[in-house]
């Protein structure tokens, strides 16, 4: 049934002069700064005519500044089209586009004339997101995992992301093909992710994405990658396939493919990295459990309650900040608190990630030892190895 509850049109209606999302919850403010990185090397699988494979990227860096400055969420193209994306997403009537069009995230300054710069020799995430969803809708989630001293990198892939708007103003559209044979998708995403890890240790290429930051490489050897949906499960796929992304995190994301067809290897092979899966209420998906064989070093899997496969997403968060009940959305967004999810992920990711980059997950903390079961009540552990 469509809503049309007056006082979600009327709330939406008053956001013409932008809202401020919150401030991320870390000891660092963030920077936010977006470009392209072209691979040359790769045609795009997904472009009716050869093209190399140009990748959208957004980069949050951990910084020490003393004052932050409101910036549009996303570009007012891409805003214009997530409104009517999101009204079919929800079954609703109301105007939607305000809410990205007029959301603002708090960051530092990047330019060259700032005082504030990055910190250096972070860990680094790669964030994959799910089919169709632009890398604008995990702004909030990335800024907020970013403030707990991460440098986390969304990436946008052709084909996949519902639309890329490139410097020169050009625009890639999502290719509906891709679900007719889903688990091919996995190795593009793949190989994406490879492609990044490889451009981060290119002083050349990251003088041209961050210019701020000049002619200086990125360290390699601590990388990781999570994402969302199809990008969780791309994640992990990467993740099994490239050594040099040392743990994977897949939020809600089925893995097709697993199990493989009789004679063929499935999408994940066996590896020893540490992974994390997080699935939403009491869902678990059969594909985990034999993707879970592959799996030889730590792992473990959670549901949060209450949370649907949307919750994994900025949507419930802009909603709140933009005065918007998300109950006429509860079926698809879940009933959790928005501030409550946004802990979740974040302080697990940094949990995770500060147990793999220290070579023992007992380093993450409490939290993955479930010595603190009061601190999240809505999540349970499904499954747990290798620790």
Sequence with gaps: MRSTNPITLLLLASTAAGYLIPHPPGKYNVTLTTGPLVDYSRDDPYAATPIPRALMLSVFQPVRCASTVPVPCMPDKIAEYQGPFLQA??????NLSPLFLEARLPVCSSNRRSRCSPLDDVPILL???GYSIPRFYYNVIASAIASEGFTVITIDHPGDANIIIYPDGHAAYNNASILDSPTWDYYPLADDTSFVINQLSNATAMAELLPARGPRPFRTDRVAALGHSVGGAAALVAASRDPRIRGAINWDGTVFGMPPAAGEAGPVLAMSQPVLFMSHQTW??????ATWAQLGGPKMAVYVANTTHY????????LQAAGQSAAPFAELLGTVAPAEMLRVLTEYTVAWMKGVFAGDMKKGGSLLQELEPGRFPGVSVLMKDNF
């Design 89 to 94: 997403t929800l079954n609703v009537s109301a």
């Design 284 to 289: 678990f998906d059969t594909t985990w459990t």
């Design 311 to 318: 919750t994994f997403s900025d949507v419930p968060t802009l």
């Design 127 to 129: 964030f994959l997101p």
